[in-house]
């Protein structure tokens, strides 16, 4: 899903803008292939951090509610990573929380569980893993001008902190 939401949607709009720019609709040129990694692994690590500060970040610089992706019940990396390594009773609570509403309560309570069983960690550990990946295919480009603001999209979608 992740993948699906934002990389493979990031990787089209790299692949698109390269071909054109390139005028080469073979798609044998090796920087298309570094480019769209870069896109896919910029477009994932950012979901991991929208993911994360759906439930960790500042309701008012959202724009929306803290907790929202638990009171929908959204099966994210995190939640999901949760229930896989929390202890039965801590899964059950993570579990029951699930589709409550977002009151501060639920909310404090759903972070206690995802920072205690890893899941947060983990989220944070592969979003950065990404994040590398994708500066590394970026950094195979000469460094001129369009490296430079590939790099501050890169920055901006992945180092947001709301």
Same mark, same amino acid.
């Given at each position: 899903?992740?993948?699906?939401?934002?990389?493979? !949607?990031?990787?089209?709009?790299?692949?698109?803008?390269?071909?054109?720019? !390139?005028?080469?609709?073979?798609?044998?040129?090796?920087? =298309?292939?570094?480019?769209?990694?870069?896109?896919?692994? /910029?477009?994932?690590?950012?979901?991991?951090?929208?993911?994360?500060? *759906?439930?960790? *970040?500042? /309701?008012?610089? =959202?724009?929306?509610?803290?907790?929202?992706?638990?009171?929908?019940?959204?099966?994210?990396?995190?939640?999901?990573? /949760?229930?896989?390594?929390?202890?039965?009773?801590?899964?059950?609570? =993570?579990?029951?929380?699930? *589709?409550?509403?977002?009151?501060?309560?639920?909310?404090?309570?759903? @972070?206690?569980l995802l920072r205690n069983s890893g899941a947060e960690?983990?989220?944070? @550990?592969?979003?950065?893993? =990404?994040?590398?990946?994708?500066?590394?295919?970026?950094?195979?480009?000469?460094?001129?001008?369009?490296?430079?603001?590939?790099?501050?999209?890169?920055?901006?979608?992945?180092?947001?902190n709301l």
């Amino acid at each position: 899903m992740l993948y699906l939401k934002t990389g493979a !949607l990031l990787r089209f709009c790299a692949e698109a803008g390269a071909t054109i720019a !390139l005028d080469d609709p073979s798609y044998s040129d090796p920087r =298309l292939t570094k480019l769209a990694q870069f896109a896919a692994n /910029a477009g994932v690590a950012f979901q991991l951090r929208d993911d994360w500060l *759906g439930i960790f *970040g500042d /309701a008012k610089k =959202l724009g929306k509610p803290v907790g929202a992706d638990l009171a929908e019940k959204k099966p994210t990396i995190m939640i999901l990573k /949760a229930i896989e390594l929390l202890p039965p009773n801590g899964n059950a609570e =993570l579990r029951a929380l699930l *589709g409550k509403p977002e009151t501060p309560a639920n909310v404090a309570r759903a @972070r206690e569980l995802l920072r205690n069983s890893g899941a947060e960690d983990f989220v944070i @550990r592969r979003a950065t893993e =990404l994040t590398a990946q994708a500066r590394q295919h970026l950094n195979s480009f000469p460094d001129n001008h369009y490296r430079k603001l590939l790099n501050e999209l890169l920055e901006y979608l992945t180092e947001r902190n709301l």
